[in-house]
């Protein structure tokens, strides 16, 4: 036994497949929807094959029978014709037995004559009556024969064709039958099994080349775009059915996709650079706001009649760099609820948006005691920028008289569980060309001088509360949002 073993080192040595032969092997193996394919096919084929087979077993058997009943019946005319009729008579044993059969009976008006005795059987015969035979019976009865036990023999009963009498019985035994079934049997399975691999083959082949060749390439479109989006994949096909149109979409999408992606990736490089910008700018703005402060001593009244409006710029100038900054961020933080009293909180952003009594002045109307649930700095920003717009939008209207400074009302209440804050001015009114896009980002309203970002900024966080802000009206008495925020 141990002079075996080299020899089996040298078989698995000499039998051992390279690794990139495997990895080839790994590559061209068919894919898992190919050998479901194929296993349907088989599937289908196998279902065929019972389909054929099984009607065409039934049939065989029963002709079968129907040919030894045809030459019985033929027979027992030529043995009644025989003088006496003798059961015994050789020659009629040797007509009858021509048929195959080991008895013969014919019954006619409820009376049975036996023209051929059955001989001694080790088994009780079963009873086929092909006067009344059911479909299931049918088919049963071939493989009852095909699996039945060597000794046994069938009687079969019938309406005679070629006599009178109410029915012609036989007696037959089953190995002859059950030797002819399976030759039948035999052939027919061959034939129709060569007949559906060639069907099936060729199923198989139409539906790789017009299903799974496509969705290969498909695949491999997927595949190679994930690797490298920017390298153009294989042009989509000329077909005009679903899976051209797939093909197309799948290019067109793709298509869709590299252009966001060049466009993100210059936004990325824009957003980098104008983060430097403001950067600097907030830098040089600082510097700016000292050098304004220092000036406030001066004893110049030109310095003191200009210097509010440098300090306005620079404020704006800082507001509009703040929120650009705050706008590039990829979201906002969630929001950190704590109960806020809502007179208050109005009041400090009505003084970091200007309104002061001198101005444009604050009207509230709130319930005593009114608070809500909020982040404290995401609601000031909003509220803050709400009213610096109304404060913008009233202060630049041209057509407003000397003297009359404006007013910004807001108004609080509750509905539904909600807390409902109105912002409204006597300003000029938003241009309607404006109002449909207002809350997008850098769509500004007529007075606004920043980037019109505020109000997109302002909505997301009215949306991180599970909230919403709303444009409610505008005309040329004025303009009213709402922020809906829970209570």
Known sequence: MSGF????????????????????????APDALAWRLLLLTFIFTVVVEILIIVPSAASFHERWLLDRLQSAELASVGVEALPYSAVEDDAAEQLLAIGGVQAVVVGDQGVRRLLLQAPNLPRTPDLIDLRQSRPVTRIADPWRTLFGHPDRSIRVQARPRYRSGDFIEILAPA??????????L???????????LVAGGLLYGGLAFLVLQPLRRVTRSIEHFALDPETEGDPPSDRHDEIGRVERELARMQEEVRVSLRSRARLVALGEAVAKINHDLRNMLTSAQLAS?????????????????????????????????????????????????????IAAAAEDAGLTAEGVRLTKTIPARLSIHADADQLH??????????????????????????????????????????????????????????????VSGRASEGAGLGLAISRELAASHGGALTLVETGPTGTTFALRLPH
Request: with cysteine; net charge positive; charged share 30%.
């Open 175 to 184: 190995e002859p039958l059950k030797a002819e079934l399976g030759a039948f």
């Open 381 to 442: 920003r909003v509220l803050v920028n709400l009213m610096r717009n109304a404060r913008q939008a009233i202060e630049s209207d041209p057509t407003r008289r000397t003297g009359r400074k404006g007013v910004v009302r807001v108004t609080a209440s509750t509905e539904n569980g909600d807390c409902i804050i109105h912002i409204a001015d006597d300003g000029p009114g938003i241009p309607p060309r404006l109002s449909e896009s207002l809350f997008e980002p850098f």
């Open 186 to 196: 035999v052939n027919s399975l061959l034939m129709s099994l060569l007949i559906s």
């Open 5 to 28: 073993r080299p020899l089996l080192s040298i078989l698995r040595r000499t039998l051992r497949v390279p690794a990139d032969w495997r990895e080839r092997l790994k590559i061209h």
């Open 293 to 345: 402060e220092r000036l406030a001593d001066s004893p110049d009244p030109e310095v003191a009649r200009v210097l509010p409006r440098l300090e306005r710029a620079l404020g704006r100038a800082a507001a509009l760099s703040r929120n650009v900054l705050e706008y590039g961020k990829s979201e906002e933080p969630p929001p950190q609820r704590v109960r806020i009293p809502l007179a208050p909180a």
